[in-house]
């Protein structure tokens, strides 16, 4: 096999021929540096770090803090400049030590202390802060400065989450570029002028973006402090792993702090493939959720209609003993396992095993209705994050990015703006990409499928587009290339108000017209495509492998797989509400606040004769529960997790679980051993290697291989669509303690980051390779492939009294874990109903009055708000929010066997 | 749709003056000022405005504005007086004369006095220095001041026998051509053709007249 190929990439670095090296020396020694590479990049990676506050790899350089001065021969002699504005050329003399340079450095950190309070003991970033460790290593010792320093009221707030003390600025503008480059929302920018500029926010307007925490994280002084952590802890008291945040499906990789076994603070790790050092602040500070008071710590069993505390003993007997009746009674058909999107790998596969090898039920779904049908997000041709970033046309077919997997959005945002890749956006509502979108083409509820078609074929503009967005898309689509090629899409489910099945179909008109073009699946729920993977979907196996392939290899590794395809998570519901199902076990699953249709899942739970939740909190639907099981979460677990792009990267464990919290594999152990099964597996470890040895997706994917310093940013499954591409940190060493903080300057002084340390040995053999096993050898099964039949039920008849609805999501939501985190409870907005102007003019309704929107299912009433973006004849209501304590204001008009949902508007 | 804060006239202005830039951002500065001819100074609610019309956040707005003296992004009085402090000015008795118009009119620099009739402000090199020390009202020059002359002239504008030469603060330039920006570049021409031709004749005129007295 070919060796690990290890890309060197500069994030905004001028733009030169790729692969063109130029030759210089760097403090007298030769050094080969990339053309067009800045100098003061090329010489970190010749291990001579050259001071500096303003420059960050992953933001443009503007060489305005003048602390990277060093010496460069030129035809005027040696001068001094500025190493994060100089790009290296052949030739060139750098002396980064001369007195000159050290004069420069002494002056400019003289300045910087002109107006610097030197709160260190008081300041949050005292420890670890860029200011005082280049003025200890590069200072002058003393100041000639003896007036009246500047001040400042501090510290103020500019968001709920960002408090800012202008004293301690030293105006390198990392925030101001982040906010305006990165993040396209200039909400903070430089005010006045000379000793007086601040960085602020304009009146009345807070520092609202949801990449708000990533200015704190690249402050190189205590400027910016999050609310949440500010005078929470010291940072030499810290204690970090590097792990993944699972709080969305994209897979940021951060270093994961914590202070006496509670989480302290995360800091977004820069993974070149995937979040290149950003997070969003749900991911960032939502982690604080794990340290809620309200976590569950004991086993708790319903009695008179209470639950109460129990040993894990009785509870395990009593879930064991239920289901035992139940399918002995019912047949194993009538159990159903619902969840698994927040489960690691590992504990996914071990629940897979216990429902389909053991309970023996294929009524196991990991999606709550909210995402596309199993077999289609399992067979599509796929692309990674990269591709999609570099794709010559990228079609957005999803809900909100920003919304759903907000770092998804800052890297297809940096795609569209800075690369100029062209953008077209299919959705019912405009949203975040709409506004850098080369077309966005609006599309009625329901009638993607029917857009893509005549998008492709060159028919009809439909009446509610707008032709100039038409014929900009059907362009850009035309220069991608015949066959699609270059195309890649987002998809994902745009509104949970329209059946999932009509999103696949337009997806599977997309592969239809377009057959070389790859989808990136926008799904969004933690690890949902890992629990896919491992087969908690209905019909499908572990390793992409549907029931029918996988049938023999499957009965063979696992004693028996079960007899038909189950049902989804809809059918599930629906089984307990009539009766024909009787029991099941969300494992941490909250189909009362997930399910879009409210009213069906309320009837599910009601109806089940026996419901069990697995969980970190007592969620909605926990409580209706009859026996609850508290699980670790976040955090609290080891084992791997799967991103949209099937990266599959390690969680590392940090905290101790509260109380009496077991791991989900565990359990699913417990109960199998209790249901006279057995699952074979007695550690984390053990059931990654069984994943491996099944799964035909992720063969090759070996402990050694995942465990490798080398692939610390994942590894997509399977190996063989994908060869080991290993790429390095942006940072080698030595260590740059602002481009990525924490957890890299304990690796780079030699600590072995974990156990292992294998290169990968084989990148080949995905697919048919024969794996020995019980000492037999059987073929794999193959992974499911396009095309797969897609049903896309038909498409009610608009009434012209009924508008019909949207339902996109929101980032900050009601959900447990913002519900849990004080300061981004405050940040929820409450439900609306959007809707454009001549329709709320039609009621006789302006912009907050309440409007009572009616559907089959039920009504609410909700205060109106002016959108117009929307077209005439569509109402939307975000899923995930609610209105006057009625929770989940959406679900409870959707109608989960609909189509798509229609509703009225009244004057209540 | 709420009200515009930008009179529709002004408003009409302010996309005519976008129209005339490739960037729409390249008419943040003369929107400010526009904004400003029109309340006196920069209003948040103006600010937002123009934001809108050039297409970037309004902490971006207030960024460029806050930067330059001439743009104020709070309340002043109706007569902003700017003194010069620079070396000629300061040569020729400019802080005496700042020390002065504080004690006359009550207040410190860079403050309004109570009735919101003054704003007193200081300022770098004014470009008058061969009338030190100069001071501006509303951007409008008076050279040679002494402190009984800065007196004269707060009784003046309180009186409003100034009024002809001191117009509302905020307003860069009283005259506008009719038509304002959208006029035809036909009568651009021929405006600018008579301007050289009444230059041309001007310089005839004098040419004629200094050889007249060179020969006699």
Known sequence: MADPVITSHHAIAPHTEEGATVEMTIDGRAVVAGAGEFLIAAAERAGVFIPRFCYHPRLRSVGMCRMCLVEVSGPRGATLQPACYVAVAEGMEVVTTSDKVKKAQDGVLEMLLVNHPLDCPVCDKGGECPLQDQVLAYGPGESRFLEEKRHWAKPTPISELVLLDRERCIQCGRCVRFANEVAGEAQIDFLGRGDMVEVNVFEGQAFSSYFSGNTVQICPVGALTASPYRFTARPWDLDQVESTCTLCAFGCRAAVQSSANRITRLLGMDSDPVNQSWLCDKGRFASEAVNAENRLTEPLIRRNDILEPASWGEALELVARRLGELRTAKGASAIAVMGGARLSNEDAYAWAKLAKAVIGTDSVDAQMGDGLPAEVVVALPRATIDEACKARCLVVLAGDLREELPVLFLRVRSAAVDDAVPVVELAPQSGSVTGFATASVAYGPGEAAELVRALATGGAVPATVEPAQWSAAAEALHRAGTDGEGIVVILGRPSVAEDGALVADAAAAMAAAWPAARFLLALRRGNVMGAIDMGLAPGLLPGRVSLDDGRSFFEEQWGSVPAGRGRDAAGILEGLADGTMAAVVMVGADPLSDFPDGTLAGDGIAGADFVVAVDGFLSRSAARADVVLPASIVYERSGTTTNIEGRVSRLSQKLVAPGQCWPDWMIASELAARLGGDLGVESMTEIWDEIEKVATSHTGITRAVLESLSARDGIIAPLAASPVTLSRRLSPEPFDPMATPGIESVEAQGAPPRSGGAEPTSGEGAGHTAVSGHGHQAPRPRSLRWPQPVAAPPLPAPDSYSVRLVSGRRLYDDGVLVGATDALAALVAPATVRAHPHDLEKLGVGAGDPVRVRSARGDIVLDAAIDESLPRGVASIDFNLSADGAVGAAALLIDSREAVVDVRLETP | ?216
């Open chain 2, 1 to 216: 749709m709420t009200q515009s804060h930008l009179a529709p006239e002004v408003m009409a202005r302010a996309r005519d003056i976008v129209a005339l830039y490739p960037h729409p951002r390249s008419a943040l500065i003369p929107l400010c000022h526009l904004a400003q001819e029109q309340d006196g100074w920069l209003r948040p609610e103006a600010m937002a405005e123009i934001a809108e019309l050039v297409g970037i956040t309004p902490a971006e707005v207030l960024g460029t504005a806050s930067f330059y003296d001439m743009l104020h992004t709070e309340e002043v009085g109706t007569y902003v007086v700017t003194l010069c402090t620079n070396i000629a000015c300061m040569l020729r008795g400019a802080y005496e004369l700042l020390h002065h118009a504080e004690e006359s009119l009550g207040i410190r620099t860079g403050s309004t006095t109570a009735d919101g009739v003054f704003t007193l402000e200081d300022a770098e090199c004014l470009a008058d220095c061969g009338r030190a020390p100069c001071l501006q009202v509303n951007h409008r020059f008076f050279g040679d001041v002494s402190p009984e002359g800065f007196d004269k002239i707060v009784d003046d504008l309180r009186a409003g026998r100034l009024a002809d030469e001191v117009p509302h603060h905020g307003t860069l330039v009283r005259t506008e051509r009719d038509g304002g920006l959208r006029v035809e570049a036909e009568t651009i021409t021929a405006e600018r053709r008579a301007t050289a031709a009444a230059m041309a004749e001007r310089a005839a005129t004098a040419a004629a007249a200094s050889e007249a007295k060179a020969n006699g």
